[in-house]
């Protein structure tokens, strides 16, 4: 089992589109959750940061569920500047150092 | 303020060869991050440094593998002899903290090994 899982995609959907990506993590001890956004043949940059409370940034909106090891974000009215990788990361502090843990991400192409 | 540089940007070698992958983090940054992604794989964990210290190098495949950081500064990854796994992109990382908000990474090295 993978220690990140995200549907690959890709995920085609007109501008104006809700959509929402999933993912589940394997390691229960995960301690700090995150979207990263990538473009192609860029470096991966934090989109937000998730919490169990929820949280929104304008039209992006994440969920955690600790007791699923579910992570979600939502995008309402998408915009073409939205088609990305989108990657699904949770962090972990183990032996004294900090490491991040990546899906494969999901592909979002807005469509005019 | 800078960002995390890396160098090259990409690089063909052939089978058997050396390469050596520059990172320079931003300014005031403890915490270096070493990550790559071979084709089809997800983004992976090489190794850690805080300072000059390697803090954490699990993720390191083998022994052809050698990071350095002299000097708390730069680091350089060295991969010797190259094999054609080791294609992929490699991505260092600084932070001024322990903590996945605070991570900003490098545009990457693309290392193509022929």
């Known amino acids: 089992r993978k220690e990140v899982e995200q549907d690959p995609g890709p995920f085609n959907v007109p501008e104006g589109a809700t959509v929402a990506f999933n993912c589940t993590y394997s390691?229960?001890?995960?301690?700090?959750f995150f979207w990263y956004r990538q473009d192609c043949r860029k470096e991966p940059k934090l989109l937000m940061s998730v919490y169990s409370s929820g949280n929104e940034d304008g039209r992006f909106t994440a969920q955690l569920n600790r007791a699923s090891q579910y992570i979600s974000l939502l995008i309402r009215d998408s915009k073409l500047s939205d088609s990305a990788t989108y990657l699904c990361v949770v962090g972990l502090i183990g032996a004294g150092s900090y490491q991040l843990t990546f899906g494969k991400g999901t592909k979002l192409s807005v469509i005019p | 303020e800078a960002g995390v540089t890396q160098f090259p940007s990409h690089s063909v070698i052939e089978k058997g060869q050396t390469v050596t992958l520059r990172c320079d983090p931003i300014?005031?940054?403890?915490?270096l991050y070493w990550y790559r992604r071979v084709m089809g794989k997800e983004i992976k964990f090489l190794l850690h440094?805080?300072?000059?210290?390697?803090?954490?190098e699990s993720g390191m495949p083998n022994n052809r593998f050698l990071a350095e950081r002299t000097g708390g500064t730069y680091s350089t990854l060295k991969v010797q002899p190259a094999e054609l796994e080791d294609s992929g992109v490699y991505f260092c990382?600084?932070?001024?903290?322990?903590?996945?908000?605070?991570?900003?990474f490098g545009e990457g090295s693309w290392l193509t090994v022929v």
């Open positions: 440094f805080v300072k000059e210290s390697k803090q954490d």
């Open positions: 990382a600084s932070s001024r903290i322990q903590g996945g908000n605070t991570i900003y």
């Open positions: 390691n229960s001890a995960s301690q700090s």
């Open positions: 300014s005031g940054h403890d915490n």
